[in-house]
């Protein structure tokens, strides 16, 4: 059974940092591209970072410089150091593992979300 969970949302002062940890189980961690995406209250499902297999990072404009990304495949982890918080980055934060064969995704599998939520 495919399991994602996601821990480490919470409540941030602005300028604030937090850490989110995603831990995967029931399929092969290694080859699967992991990503963290966000929604706020009212809007669209948005992609904030990801790390594929070898581990070169990608990063929404948005978050670039204040967010990394980060796996450990020896113990199904992906991870999100999220620094100088903003009050927009206020969002439910999604795990997301897919698979991919060349640049097809083939499949994709989401956790339950962790709220975060940045205010004074």
């Known amino acids: 059974q495919v399991q994602l969970v996601e821990s480490g949302g919470g409540l941030a002062r602005p300028g604030g940092s937090l850490r989110l940890s995603c831990t995967a189980s029931g399929f092969t961690f290694s080859h699967y591209a992991m990503s963290w995406a966000r929604q706020a209250p009212g809007k669209g499902l948005e992609w904030v970072s990801g790390?594929?297999?070898?581990?070169?990072?990608y990063y929404a404009d948005s978050v670039k410089g204040r967010f990394t990304i980060s796996r450990g495949d020896a113990k199904n982890t992906v991870n999100l150091q999220m620094n100088n918080l903003e009050p927009e980055d206020t969002a439910v934060y999604y795990c997301q593992a897919a698979y991919y064969n060349g640049d097809t995704l083939q499949y994709d599998y989401w956790g339950q979300g962790t709220q975060v939520t940045v205010s004074s």
């Open positions: 790390i594929v297999s070898d581990g070169k990072t």
